[in-house]
C-alpha cells in the first residue's frame, strides 16, 4: 500500500509511548548496575522497548512517518536536559535539605542526554531505514528477518556512541568495551525474544489502521520527515 494519511489516534499513541520509553530510559541510565558480572546501565531495562516501537511504526506507517518519533525524541531529550541543567542551577530553598541528592541523581543527564540524543538520532535512522529496505528487498515477507536484522544495523552504532559519549573518562577502558560489547548483545537478544510479541503488535496495529506501508522510491535521509 503507498504511503497515506496516518495521522490517526493509534500512530499518536504509539509516538506518544516512544517518547515516554526514552526519556525515562535516559534517566534511570544515570545509575550502572551488575547483571551476571557484566556491568550495564540501568536503561537497558527499557531502552530496548524503544526500538521495537521503532519497528511497528516503521513496518506499518513507513519510512517517513517513523522518523517524527526520532525527532520528536531528540527534541524531548533536549528539552529534558536544558530544564534539569536549570533546575539544578537554581538557588534551593532554605528549608529543603535534598540539593545534594537532587544533583547526584540528576546532575550527570545533560550528559547522558546528549550521548543518548546522538546515539538514537544516528542508531534509529539507521533501524528504520534498514528496516524498510529489507521490507521492499523481501516484499514484505519474513517480519522476524527484518526486525532483528535491523535490530543488529542500528543497535552496533547506537551502543557504541552513546557507551563511548556518556561514560568515557568515569569509567576505566576495559569496562567501557566490556559495557559496549554486553549492551549490544542484551539488546539484540532482547529483540530476537521479543519477536514473537513485536509480530503480533505488527499484525493488530495493520489490521486497526488498515495500512501496510511500502517506501517505494522513498529517499533515506534523516531530514525525510512524514508530517500527514
Known amino acids: 500500500m503507498s504511503e497515506q494519511n496516518k495521522g490517526t489516534t493509534l500512530f499518536v499513541w504509539l509516538i506518544g509511548i516512544s517518547v515516554a ?4 530510559a535516559n534517566i534511570i541510565a544515570a545509575k550502572l548496575m551488575v547483571v551476571g558480572g557484566l556491568v550495564l546501565p540501568a536503561a537497558v531495562i ?3 522497548v524503544t526500538y521495537i516501537l521503532s519497528d511497528v511504526l516503521t513496518e506499518v506507517y513507513g519510512y517517513r512517518q517513523s522518523m517524527i518519533a526520532v525527532w520528536l525524541n531528540g527534541i524531548t ?3 529534558m536536559m536544558l530544564f534539569f541543567g536549570f533546575a539544578i542551577a537554581c538557588p534551593p530553598a532554605p528549608i529543603w535539605d535534598g540539593s545534594d541528592a537532587f544533583r547526584a541523581v540528576l546532575g550527570t543527564t545533560p550528559r547522558i542526554a546528549v550521548a543518548s540524543m546522538v546515539a538514537y538520532l544516528a542508531g534509529d535512522y539507521l533501524n528504520s531505514a534498514s528496516l524498510s529496505a529489507i521490507k521492499r528487498k523481501t516484499h514484505g515477507r519474513h517480519l522476524f528477518l527484518r526486525t532483528i536484522g535491523s535490530t543488529v544495523i542500528g543497535q552496533a552504532a547506537d551502543t557504541g556512541l552513546f557507551i563511548v559519549i556518556a561514560f568515557a573518562g568515569s569509567v576505566p577502558g576495559a569496562v567501557l568495551s566490556q559495557m ?4 549490544y548483545v542484551w539488546k539484540v537478544l532482547y529483540e530476537v525474544i521479543a519477536s514473537p510479541l513485536t509480530s503480533v503488535v505488527v499484525g493488530w496495529v495493520k489490521r486497526v489502521e488498515g495500512i501496510d506501508t511500502y517506501d517505494e522510491n522513498v529517499t533515506y535521509s534523516p531530514f ?5
Open 224 to 228: 525525510n520527515v512524514g508530517m500527514s
Open 77 to 79: 531529550n533536549g528539552l
Open 46 to 48: 527499557l531502552f530496548p
Open 180 to 183: 559496549i560489547w554486553a549492551q
Open 21 to 24: 520509553t526514552t526519556l525515562i
